[in-house]
């Protein structure tokens, strides 16, 4: 059995950062990751503006830069055959004027070993958390399995950073509230074709959205199909799901036969949930477990780092002045009162997102060529909207400090 002062389940954004912001201050902590490895292909690539404002705050800039990565000061969608540069992060304050896409893994890989040089870090690769613990009505700590078998975690605080199907959260009974999303999105790559097309994040047209993301050796493409619809497309054949993509983005028609078959494609469900209440006492929920968010925007994971980031700030004084548990209790509350709102709103904007794509009212905005009215309205609307827009998707709304 081991002892510590916060036990996090989960080794995703919210979990390592959390981890690591506890670590810097020499709190003892836990951190349960079920997988071996960080490897994980469905997992969100991007790195917002306020994530790496943190970085820059942690001093891991140099190790940040050294990795690979994909800078974007733009990102276009292309609606209808029309191109329109709806994001400009260059209107953000430097440095971090542009949003980048970092494969997940080397991110968390970049922030687990910068937790290892803290003593009080420890991070458990292919651990996973199969039940919580209690103790006069409170949880007390989790029970683990790992190679060598079942074992306990006993803490002060327990944090639910497990995903969006959290472990933890069902065990002390919190449920989230679904807030409808009518869509799936179903997970391919592609090559890159040989012409070179602009970086482009949508692409929206009868044939759906497509989203293409680029890394540097092929796309990452997602697209969103109506919920529950992906049989049906099987059943219709590779061979029209592939010349579904070449409508949804027709540069892409050279490369789609890269998807031999459905053994290529893989679904997704998309989600949109947040829990009524992130607490239970002895537990807190951030991240995803508190609030499943869609891929819209990319702004999960930045959602997750500022949960983290807020957490830290709240619990920090609390730990280190050896708070007791109600103490601890009223501070994990106070993390939810902080980051409903934001998540909330952000939330409310991912909604409306998927019912403008599921009525296909996302497309018809757009006349190809664009009416003169329509052009007349972008020249006006859109340099009023791209630096608001920028805001929103890099900082998200109530962007996070770190504590001293
Ligand atoms: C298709 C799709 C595409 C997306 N694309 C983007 C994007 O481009 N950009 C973006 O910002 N967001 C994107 N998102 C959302 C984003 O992935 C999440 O919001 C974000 O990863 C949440 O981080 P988290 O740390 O809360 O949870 P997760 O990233 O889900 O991490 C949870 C971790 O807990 C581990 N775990 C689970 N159960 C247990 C257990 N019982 N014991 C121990 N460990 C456990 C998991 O293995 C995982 O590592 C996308 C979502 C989807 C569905």
Not at 143 to 149: K, N, Q
Request: hydrophobic share 45%; net charge positive; proline share 7%.
């Amino acid at each position: 059995m081991t002892t510590t002062r916060v036990c996090v389940a989960g080794g995703g954004p919210a979990g390592i950062m959390l981890g690591l912001l506890l670590a810097r201050h020499g709190i003892d902590v836990v951190v349960l990751e079920k997988h071996d490895d960080f490897f994980r292909d469905f997992r969100g690539d991007t790195v917002h503006p306020s994530t790496m404002n943190l970085l820059d705050a942690l001093g891991l800039r140099a190790g940040f830069d050294a990795i690979p990565h994909h800078p974007l000061t733009m990102l276009d969608v292309v609606a209808n055959g029309v191109r329109v540069h709806a994001v400009d992060f260059t209107t953000l304050p430097r440095p971090n004027n542009f949003l980048t896409l970092m494969p997940q893994w080397d991110l968390l890989d970049l922030l687990a070993s910068e937790g290892a040089r803290h003593p009080s870090f420890d991070l458990r690769m292919g651990t996973e958390v199969i039940d919580v613990l209690h103790d006069a009505g409170r949880v007390s700590g989790v029970r683990v399995r790992d190679s060598d078998g079942e074992s306990k975690v006993r803490a002060d605080l327990v944090i639910a950073a497990d995903g969006r199907d959290s472990t933890v959260r069902r065990r002390v009974g919190l449920r989230p509230a679904a807030r409808g999303v009518p869509a799936d999105v179903v997970w391919f790559r592609l090559p890159h074709p040989s012409r070179h097309v602009p970086d482009t994040l949508a692409w929206l047209s009868e044939a759906g959205m497509l989203i293409t993301i680029p890394r540097p050796d092929y796309l990452q493409c997602g697209f969103l199909i109506p919920k529950g619809r992906f049989d049906d497309m099987r059943a219709e054949g590779i061979e029209r799901f592939r010349a579904r993509v070449a409508r949804g983005s027709p540069p892409l028609t050279e490369v789609t036969d890269h998807i031999v078959s459905f053994d290529d494609v893989k679904l997704l469900s998309v989600q949109i949930d947040r829990l009524p209440t992130w607490t239970a006492p002895g537990v807190l929920c951030i991240g995803d477990s508190a609030h499943a968010m869609s891929p819209a925007f990319g702004v999960g994971i930045n959602y997750a780092v500022q949960d983290a980031v807020a957490a830290a700030r709240i619990l920090v004084p609390v730990l280190t002045r050896g708070g007791g548990h109600a103490e601890i209790d009223r501070a994990a509350a106070r993390v939810q009162r902080r980051r409903a709102w934001p998540t909330a709103m952000m939330q409310r904007i991912q909604q409306v997102v998927h019912r403008a794509i599921a009525n296909g009212r996302a497309v018809r905005v757009l006349d190809n060529p664009p009416t003169r009215a329509q052009r007349a309205v972008m020249r006006v609307a859109i340099p009023v909207a791209r630096p608001l827009v920028a805001r929103m998707v890099g900082y998200g709304f109530r962007p996070e400090r770190l504590s001293g």
